[in-house]
């Protein structure tokens, strides 16, 4: 992957035509990888059958940002993939829902240490969507695959 700016990463997946489509807003994607908070309001074609944000479209507010908050920060020296994901819906997803996504310095550390020589390691990551009220709408899981190339 091409090193791109935080800015650039947040307009292209701003416009990328799963996220255009499913109205997913990027708020906000640091520079330093440890942030990237997403938005999202259900509207005519993204509420389901009750009338609420659809599952499918929760699960993709939170799909794709550790891996690439994490390959923007430990960039090309190390290989690194969504491995899994888990989510729970909890309540309803009426008005607008957040997801704030972070991955703590110490998490970055972690991370080098566990590849240092090469070897693989798998990260779980947890996220709470919540609504307008602060409650949470959904807790979501995504697992992150993450290897050292060797030289």
């Known amino acids: 992957m091409a090193h791109f700016s935080a800015r650039q990463l947040k ?14 807003k990027i708020k906000e994607f640091t520079d330093d990888g440890t942030r990237v908070v997403v938005s999202h309001k259900p509207n005519m074609l993204t509420k389901n059958a009750m009338g609420v944000a659809f ?19 430990l960039g090309k020296e190390y290989r690194i993939w969504d491995a899994a994901g888990e989510i729970k819906y909890l309540k309803p997803g009426r008005g607008t ?8 310095e110490e998490t ?6 566990k590849t240092a020589n090469g070897q693989k390691y798998l990260h779980w990551f947890d996220v709470n969507i919540i609504d307008e009220e602060g409650d949470v709408v959904a807790h979501v899981r995504r697992q ?3 290897r050292r190339k060797q030289k």
């Open 11 to 24: 307009r292209f997946m701003g416009f990328w035509p799963p996220f255009l489509g499913a109205g997913i």
């Open 55 to 73: 599952g499918g479209t929760l699960s993709a507010m939170t799909d794709p940002f550790f891996m690439l908050a994490s390959m923007h920060r």
């Open 97 to 104: 829902v957040t997801a704030d996504m972070r991955i703590p």
């Open 108 to 113: 970055y550390a972690l991370i080098k240490e």
């Open 144 to 146: 992150v695959y993450y």
